[in-house]
Every structure is written in C-alpha cells, then in structure tokens.
C-alpha cells in the first residue's frame, strides 16, 4: 500500500475524439473487482464521508469536476478531478469524502473489493483510532 497519488492514464489523441483506457493491475495496482459511478448529484451535496478497512480505490472524473478529500489520519489532501485521462488511487485505511460536483459530473470509481457494507468505517474518530491506535 503506497500513499494516495495521482495516476495518469494512456491518451489516444485522434481528430474523430480520445480515448483512455485502464487495464486491471495495470494502470492501477490492484485487481479491479468492482465498478461503480456517481451521477446526477445535486449541486452543493457531497459524497463519500467514511473510510475502507480492505478496499483500494481508483477515482476518475468521466465527465465534469468533482475534488476528493483524503485524510490519512494525520493530514488532509485535496484533489481536484477534471478530466478522464487521469485517476487518483486512493489505498485502503483512508478517510475520503467528495464535493464540489459541477453539474453533470460522473466520477467513475475502480475498487479492489465486491461491495461490503462490513468494510466501512463511518465514523472519524473511529477511523482515527484504528489508524493511529
Ligand atoms: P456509499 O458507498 O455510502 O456511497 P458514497 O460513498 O458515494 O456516499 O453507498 C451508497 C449506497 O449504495 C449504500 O446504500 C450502499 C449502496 N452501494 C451498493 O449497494 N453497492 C456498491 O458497490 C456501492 C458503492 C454502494
């Protein structure tokens, strides 16, 4: 597990429109288990709020802008994700929240795990002490 870091992403230009792509283990260090995305957030709202005991992740901006907040128990990081050719690799043990959505954003999320409600930490101080305890 490395700290939380920028990925840039292969860009094929072409006049008829780009293209990116990213290969499980490859542009990302992990095995991709599972995808999801968020849309259609109302402006103003945010998303995230809570940290992943297991889970590592890879957040790309497909469309519009969003930033990503990460706190590794001891500073916080701010990320601002505006285009599709980059991603930012957020590792397990890591709290994450993201705001700023600008209208019709959809921030595509690679993750290393199924779904499972049991791997969340929803609560700061919690998610402090399992980190620094
Ligand atoms: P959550 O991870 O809390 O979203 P966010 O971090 O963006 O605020 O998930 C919101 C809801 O969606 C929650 O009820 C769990 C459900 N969910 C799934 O069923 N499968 C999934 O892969 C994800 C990410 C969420």
Known sequence: MTKPHIIDLPKICDPRGNLSFIESEGHVPFEVKRCYWIYDV??????????????????????????????????????????????????RMTWRAIDNFSTNSVALVLSSTLYDPSDYIEDFNDFLRQKNG
């Open 42 to 91: 109302p402006g103003g709202m945010f998303r995230g709020g809570h940290a992943f005991i297991n889970q590592d992740e890879f957040i790309v901006a497909m469309s519009g802008s969003f930033d990503v907040v990460l706190n590794d128990g001891t500073s916080e990081q701010r990320f601002h994700m505006a285009r599709s050719y980059y991603g930012l690799y957020v590792p």
